[in-house]
């Protein structure tokens, strides 16, 4: 599944932090790492650069910044027995990172949810959220680092029974069966829609019983796929605001590891992440796996 996994860093905590879930995983799936690290060409190619000496001096500092924190990557795979190999390319990080994924042949992104530049405020870094918003290679979003000899024993895959939360279905029963965890298949019945559209939605009869059906037709199906594959799965299906609910659902069950589509059934095409993922890659605790 994850054959090749990379890992852009910028040399802060954040990309560190992704580091060590990626090479958690490729130890389990064997994977070869590869560290990149982008030179931020737009920095020097701005007007600014007219002052060709200063712009320079700048790029070369940039390009010894970017292969120092490659190289302080490398260290720490240099003991683990793990493939790996290093990249430094010049260019827009959030359009390079995705570039070189599909050129490489990653099957795996892993980033933190933070860099070095940011603001610790914003609760996703720009390089980030883009990379999620247009990445066709899955992305693997952390703020946080895994335990020590962690694996991913619980893993929660929302669903709203659409073809774009199949994908990541499939993601979440690869990881299940190699770290033999739980699935925890969660759909919601989502309130929120039916308050805008009929004014309470309760007053109108059968609409949140269809709903409701619709939710354990989607939980089931992920269910019975996981049967196929010899995992282990527990179906809920709640009620309320979709993201609220997830998030509350990861509150208490423990989970290790969410795995959802950038997009579900309701949303439109023109965006390129769907609210729900959006808002859980922004708040999650836990690491977020998103697949187009
Ligand atoms: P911002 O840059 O938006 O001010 P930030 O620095 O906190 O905020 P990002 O730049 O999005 O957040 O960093 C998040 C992750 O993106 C990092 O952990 C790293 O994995 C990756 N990253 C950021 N910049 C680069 C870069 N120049 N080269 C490679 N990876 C990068
Ligand atoms: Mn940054």
């Not at 799936?29 to 650069?49: G, P, T």
Request: charged share 25%.
């Amino acid at each position: 599944m994850y054959d090749s996994i990379l890992v852009p860093t910028d040399g802060s905590e954040g990309a560190s932090t992704a580091a060590r879930h990626a090479t958690n995983l490729a130890a389990v799936f064997d994977s070869e790492i590869h560290i990149l690290s982008v030179v931020n060409a737009s920095i020097y190619n701005s007007d600014l650069a007219d002052l060709d000496f200063e712009a320079g001096e700048h790029r070369e500092a940039l390009e010894e910044h970017a292969t120092e924190v490659v190289g302080a990557l490398e260290d720490r795979l240099d003991g683990t027995g793990l493939a790996y190999r290093t990249a430094v390319e010049e260019g827009v990080p959030s359009e390079a990172i995705p570039a070189y994924a599909e050129d490489h042949d990653i099957d795996l992104i892993s980033m933190g949810t933070h860099g070095r530049t940011g603001l610790d405020r914003l609760l996703v870094g720009s390089v980030t959220e883009r990379v999620v918003r247009t990445s066709d290679v899955p992305v693997l979003t952390s703020r946080s680092a895994p335990d020590e000899q962690s694996s991913y024993d619980d893993i929660l895959l929302p669903t709203d029974g659409s073809e774009a939360a199949s994908a990541a279905i499939d993601h979440g029963i690869a990881l299940a069966d190699r770290y033999d965890a739980t699935i925890h298949a969660l759909s919601v019945v989502d309130l929120s829609a039916l308050a805008g559209s009929y004014d309470g939605g309760a007053a109108v009869p059968g609409v949140i019983e269809t709903l409701e059906e619709g939710s354990e037709q989607a939980v089931a199906e992920v269910a019975e796929r996981c049967e196929r594959h010899d995992v282990d799965v527990r179906t809920e299906v709640a009620q309320g605001t979709p993201y609220q609910a997830i998030g509350a659902y990861v509150e208490e069950g423990e989970i290790d590891l969410v795995a959802m589509g950038t997009h579900g059934r309701t949303g439109l095409d023109r965006y390129l992440l769907g609210i729900v993922t959006e808002r859980i890659v922004r708040t999650s605790e836990i690491p977020v796996l998103t697949v187009r």
